[in-house]
C-alpha cells in the first residue's frame, strides 16, 4: 500500500551490546534491522532517493534510504562495519565545528548531565522535554550559559572533550567512509544551532561555511544539509530558500514522515530508529502502517 512512497529513516547513536545506553541501537539489533530491510526493501543513496521524488516518472517500489545525524565516532565504530557487511549506502550528517575538535554538541552536553547521578531536577526523567523545548528557542550564548548554570547547580563541570559516546569522527574517518563508495558526507551546520533563534547572517553562515569546511577537507561535493533539531517550529520558511541558496540540492528533518513523489526535497520527513525501537515497532514503521495509522488517528 505504502509502495509509492520512500522511506528516509534516521539514526543517531549507535553501541556494542553490553553499554547501558537504552538511546542508542546495539550493534545485534541494527543488524536484524538491516537484514530485514535486505529482504524486503532496496537501500540507496539519499541523493539518488531525492532524483526519484524529482522524476516525472514513478519511483522505485520499497524503496529507504538510511541516514545518521551529528557526526560521532560511533557510527564508524559500530554501525559502518554493518553498512559493508550488507553493502547498504547511507548518508552521515556531521557538524563541522564539532569535526574539529572545537566544542561537542551542546544537546550531548545536556543528555550527558540528565544521566549524572543526582541530575537537576529540570533535567529528570519526565522534564527533560520541556527543558529542551525552553533551550531551543534561547540564542545559542544564552542557551550556552544555561546549560553551565544548570551543571553549576550539580556542582559539577563540562568537560571540555566530550566523553568517548559523544565523541566525534575525525576528518581522515570521514575521509575513509566517503572513499568506501559507500557514504555520503552530508552537512548538519558548523555548531547545531536553533535556526529559529538565529539572525540571516548567522543562518547563512551556518550553511555555506559547514559546506564549504567539508568540501574542502574531504575533497567532494556536498548535496545535503539536514536541519539542527529539524521540527517545524526550528527554522522559517526563508531558511529553506537559503538552503536552496547556498547551493544544497536537498535538506532533511526530524518530523516523521513518509515523502511522495513531488515531494518538496527542502522539508523531507524522516523515520526515527533509536535503541527503544523494537524489531516490530520497525517494521510497522517501514512498511508504512505506523504512517497510515498516523493518518487515521
Ligand atoms: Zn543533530
Not at 551543571?151 to 575521509?175: D, F, G, N, T
Not at 521540527?231 to 547556498?246: E, G, I, W
Not at 520527513?269 to 497510515?292: A, C, H, N
Request: glycine share 4%.
Amino acid at each position: 500500500m505504502s509502495a509509492d512512497m520512500a522511506r528516509i529513516l534516521m539514526y543517531h547513536n549507535f553501541r556494542a551490546t553490553e553499554e547501558e545506553w537504552p538511546d542508542a541501537v546495539a550493534v545485534a539489533a541494527a543488524r536484524t534491522q538491516l537484514a530485514y530491510l535486505r529482504d524486503h526493501f532496496r537501500v540507496i543513496p539519499l541523493t539518488r532517493l531525492v532524483e526519484q521524488l524529482r522524476s516525472p516518472t514513478s519511483i522505485d517500489k520499497n524503496t529507504v534510504a538510511l541516514t545518521v545525524d551529528d557526526g560521532r565516532c560511533n557510527f564508524c565504530e559500530f554501525f559502518f562495519p554493518l553498512l559493508k557487511e550488507f553493502r547498504m549506502p547511507a548518508t552521515f550528517f556531521v557538524v563541522s565545528s564539532f569535526i574539529c575538535g572545537k566544542d561537542w554538541i551542546w544537546t550531548d552536553k545536556i543528555l550527558w548531565l540528565a544521566r549524572q547521578p543526582h541530575a537537576h531536577e529540570e533535567l529528570q526523567h519526565g522534564k527533560l522535554d520541556l527543558f529542551f523545548d525552553k533551550m531551543n528557542r534561547l540564542r545559542p550564548d544564552v542557551r550556552n550559559s544555561r546549560i553551565d548554570e544548570v551543571a553549576a547547580k550539580m556542582k559539577i563541570s563540562i568537560p571540555k572533550e566530550p566523553p568517548p559516546e559523544y565523541a566525534p569522527c575525525s576528518w581522515a574517518q570521514l575521509r575513509e567512509l566517503a572513499d568506501s563508495g559507500l557514504v555520503e558526507i552530508g552537512s548538519h551546520s558548523v555548531t547545531h544551532p536553533i535556526f529559529s533563534t538565529l539572525t540571516d547572517e548567522e543562518s547563512w553562515s551556518e550553511l555555506a561555511e559547514s559546506r564549504s569546511q567539508i568540501e574542502r577537507l574531504l575533497g567532494r561535493r556536498v548535496s545535503c544539509f539536514c536541519f539542527p533539531n529539524g521540527k517545524p517550529s526550528d527554522f522559517f520558511p526563508k531558511h529553506l530558500q537559503q538552503v536552496q541558496d547556498a547551493g544544497y540540492s536537498s535538506a532533511v528533518m526530524t518530523h516523521f514522515g513518509m515523502p511522495r513523489r513531488g515531494a518538496d526535497e527542502y522539508v523531507l520527513p524522516r523515520i526515527g530508529v533509536s535503541g527503544k525501537t523494537d524489531l516490530i515497532s520497525f517494521m510497522k514503521y517501514v512498511d508504512g502502517v505506523e504512517y497510515y495509522q498516523g493518518l487515521l488517528r
